[in-house]
Every structure is written in C-alpha cells, then in structure tokens.
C-alpha cells in the first residue's frame, strides 16, 4: 500500500529565510506527487505537481519541488519565506490511472510558522 | 476555484442521530469523493464515486455511506453519528488531466456530541 512521511510536524523559519519540507513515499510504481497547502480554517490548495519528465517542478506562490526516485522523496522548497506562507503542508502520492478511479495518499502534515 | 460547495459548513449534532453533508459541483466532473481529516492523521479517503450511482469504499468507510444520484452531488451519510466522527469532512473532484489531480471544496466541520 502507497504511504507518504513528513517527518517534521512543526517548523518556524524566520521571513526571508529559505524553506525545504520534507516529504517521503512509499509506492510501487511511478507515482503522482503533490504539494498542498491548507491555511487556518480553510480548504486544500493545490500548490504543485509531480506526474513525469522534468524532476524539478515549479508550483504557485514561488515554491518548487524535487522528485528524487533513489531518495522516494518529493521535498518543497521556497528560496525565500514571506510571512502570509505561514500554513500546514500536505505531501500526497496518487495511484496511477486504473479506471476505477484514483486515490490519494495523504501524509501527516507540516505546519509552519513564520517568524517576522 | 474548482466550483465545489459544502452544506453545511458547520454543525453540531448528537449522538445517534443521522447527518447528511452535502457535495455539489458546478463542472460536471466525474469523479468525486469525500475525505475526512483529523490531527495527526492527515486527511483520509471516507468514499469516492465514479459516476452516477457508482462508488466505492476508501480506507475509513466503516460508519459511513454515500450516494450519488445526479453527477453534480455527491452525499455523505452519517448513518448513526458517533463522538469518533467528529472531524473536518472534505470533499474533493478530479479533473480530467493526466496527473489526476484533486481539487478540494471548503469543508464542512462537524461536531458531534
């Protein structure tokens, strides 16, 4: 069964400074990736995808992520933290395409707080 | 904005009683599915369907069933609300392209007592 790890619960980082959550996954095959982030009382937004190709994806808000197959590991990063990024972060691994539908796997969370 | 609307979005039942959440999308996607998402769990796979009156089991059904009698709604039912079920209930559709990706509605926390 697909599983995601994101072993830090919490992280403060200071505003400026820069950003790398970690997330690990355990699936059998190719697997879709994403980053999202939920703010307080608020849904899920999608911040980027991993499906194929280019391992360095570019999302919304000035995040990346990499996808590093040896590691199992899809780690976000920001080069430089503004305040309003203060949020909880979801790592998550799809199935591939059945036809039946797919699933996502979620990881624990990551919430983080910015330091002014 | 991926046209998802939750109903309600908050409530506070008692124990034993039935709660419906209702799903609705604008988009006519195909597939939907609710999730429900608690502190150190993350969010998890309740139901999902794949089309109208298709669905399926997720990873934390027990307790919970759904219909989907019309492509735009997607029900979830609380059969007998238990103490256990209270949580942040999501729903979410997945778009036609190939990365499979979800998009999330507002949610829908409920209380029960």
């Known amino acids: 069964a697909q599983s995601v790890t994101q072993p830090d619960i919490h992280i403060t980082v200071s505003e400026g400074a820069s950003l790398e959550l970690r997330c690990n996954y355990s699936?059998?095959?190719?697997?879709?990736l994403f980053w999202y982030v939920q703010s307080p009382g608020q849904g899920l937004q999608l911040l980027l995808k991993?499906?194929?190709?280019?391992?360095l994806v570019q999302g919304i808000k000035g995040f990346e992520a990499e996808f590093k197959r040896s590691q199992s590991s899809f780690n976000l990063r920001k080069p430089s933290v503004h305040w309003s990024d203060a949020a909880e972060y979801f790592c998550?691994?799809?199935?591939?395409?059945?036809?039946?539908?797919?699933?996502?796997?979620f990881g624990t969370g990551t919430q983080l707080k910015v330091e002014l | 904005d991926a046209g998802i609307t939750q109903s309600p979005r908050h409530k506070v039942t008692e124990t034993g009683t039935p709660v419906t959440l209702r799903c609705h999308q604008t988009e006519n996607h195909r597939y939907m599915y609710w999730y429900r998402q608690d502190p150190g769990h993350g969010l998890r796979l309740i139901h999902y369907s794949y089309g109208v009156k298709d669905t399926d089991k997720g990873e934390v059904s027990d307790g919970y069933s759904v219909s989907r009698s019309k492509t735009e709604d997607f029900l979830l039912t609380l059969e007998s609300a238990t103490s256990s079920q209270t949580s942040v209930y999501f729903c979410?559709?997945?778009?036609?392209?190939?990365?499979?990706?979800?998009?999330f509605g507002p949610g829908t926390r409920l209380l029960v007592l």
């Open positions: 991993y499906f194929s190709g280019d391992t």
């Open positions: 998550a691994v799809g199935e591939g395409f059945t036809g039946g539908g797919n699933k996502l796997t």
């Open positions: 979410a559709i997945k778009k036609r392209d190939r990365q499979e990706t979800q998009y």
């Open positions: 699936y059998g095959a190719t697997p879709y």
